[in-house]
């Protein structure tokens, strides 16, 4: 590990940056949306240390899934879902 990284690590801090920052909104709200579909309950201060492997990986799984499609409906000049 290089030096300085990691040293947030389980202080609930991110240490990730958006390459559009603009994008964090929609990001946030597909966030909440992936979660709601898959039962899993969003703490209010953010902070998912206390959550599982399981949980955080179907999340993200679901979240990767969905923008991979919204990804292919740009590029085939679809809109809409």
Known sequence: MSQGQGQNQGRGSRSNNLVVPQANAALQQLKMEAAQELGV????????????????????????KRLVQLAEQQLSGRSGQ
Not at 46 to 62: A, D, I, P, Q, V
């Open 41 to 64: 309950q969003m703490p209010q201060d953010g902070y998912m240390g206390n959550y599982t492997s399981r949980e955080t990986g179907s999340l993200g799984g679901y979240i990767t």
